[in-house]
């Protein structure tokens, strides 16, 4: 019995330090101007792509789709790496065309590795509230190579405390355990 417990015990703190799997993808945080101007920066993360990451695309929504919401004044504010990277901003054109946010790179983005600080601004005239976008990743012949949906960056919160109070409650339990009874 006490080697079962200690046996899950131990698979339970293993599985807590197992690091999270994550595909390629692209984060934003979102940021209000005020007098509805916005702005995105974005982060595009290459997690496994041996031939790196040399392109990227980030489309804005259709002005039909959001029912007369308008997205206008599209420009590329910041682009981390202007000396490897060109940014090109092609804005929407009626009625059934959102705008686009294409980086094309000269040198990749290595796989393991991150690269932030692309940036666009826009005025936004509609109600719908702003967030996820669609993108499209492509290797260096403009294959495709993942689609998906921008995700909000978050910041990661370490949480030592809880480790801590998950080792003590192990070593209190196996102090139990060796504890003398009457």
Same mark, same amino acid.
Request: charged share 10%; proline share 0%; net charge negative.
């Given at each position: 019995m006490k080697k079962t417990t200690l046996f899950i015990l131990l698979f339970i703190v &293993? &599985? !807590?330090l197992a690091p999270a799997v994550k595909a390629d993808g692209i984060t934003y945080s979102l940021a209000d101007l005020g007098g509805g /101007?916005?702005?995105y920066t974005y982060t595009i993360t290459n997690t496994d792509e041996p031939s790196g990451l040399y392109v990227f695309d980030i489309y804005f929504p259709s002005v039909s789709s959001l029912g007369n919401n /308008?997205?206008?004044n599209i420009t590329a504010t910041a682009n981390p790496d202007a000396t490897n990277w060109i940014t090109t901003v092609f804005p929407p054109s009626e009625p059934d065309l959102g705008g686009v946010y294409d980086a094309e790179a000269s040198i990749p983005i290595a796989p393991g590795d991150s690269l932030g600080g692309f940036g666009v601004s826009f005025s936004y005239s509609g109600t719908a509230p702003l967030g996820a976008q669609e993108f499209e990743i492509y290797d260096p012949n403009f294959n495709l190579l993942?689609? !998906?949906t921008t995700t909000l960056s978050t910041t990661p919160t370490p949480e030592p405390s809880t480790l801590i109070f998950l080792v003590s409650g192990l070593l209190g339990f196996l102090g139990l355990g060796r504890w003398p009874r009457k």
């Open positions: &293993l &599985l !807590g /101007n916005w702005s /308008n997205y206008s993942e689609t !998906g």
